[in-house]
């Protein structure tokens, strides 16, 4: 039999921040918050103390639609924007996770 670990000497398992920001531009305001791993541009924008336009939240709806300017983005799921739509730069920013480490999102575009 092994002994028990003993509190506190274990490793911890910590969750490793991506580099880089998420700016947002909304109703001619922007803000800038530190990019989040697995965080959607929509709960980016929620946590910069924006409010944003949404819906679903399942990526059905459209209403928050908005214009990547800067970075990438990869969409869990597109059942609204047309592939022209996507091709522009547009995403659902609730279901739009960044690629890279720095994105800028205008929703007014």
């Given at each position: 039999?092994?002994?028990?670990?003993?509190?506190?000497?274990?490793?911890?398992v910590t969750e490793t921040a991506v580099q880089g920001?998420?700016?947002?531009?909304?109703?001619?305001?922007?803000?800038?918050?530190?990019?989040?791993?697995?965080?959607?541009?929509?709960?980016?924008?929620?946590?910069?103390?924006?409010?944003?336009?949404?819906?679903?939240?399942?990526?059905?709806?459209?209403?928050?639609?908005?214009?990547?300017?800067?970075?990438?983005?990869?969409?869990?799921?597109?059942?609204?924007?047309?592939?022209?739509?996507?091709?522009?730069?547009?995403?659902?920013?609730?279901?739009?996770?960044?690629?890279?480490?720095?994105?800028?999102?205008?929703?007014?575009?």
């Amino acid at each position: 039999m092994t002994d028990p670990q003993t509190p506190g000497t274990g490793s911890a398992v910590t969750e490793t921040a991506v580099q880089g920001t998420i700016t947002i531009q909304l109703d001619g305001n922007a803000a800038t918050v530190a990019n989040r791993p697995g965080e959607t541009l929509l709960e980016s924008a929620r946590r910069a103390g924006m409010g944003p336009p949404f819906s679903c939240e399942a990526g059905n709806c459209g209403t928050c639609m908005a214009l990547l300017t800067t970075g990438t983005a990869t969409m869990r799921v597109n059942d609204a924007l047309t592939e022209d739509e996507v091709a522009e730069g547009y995403v659902l920013t609730c279901q739009a996770v960044p690629d890279t480490p720095d994105v800028t999102v205008n929703y007014d575009e």
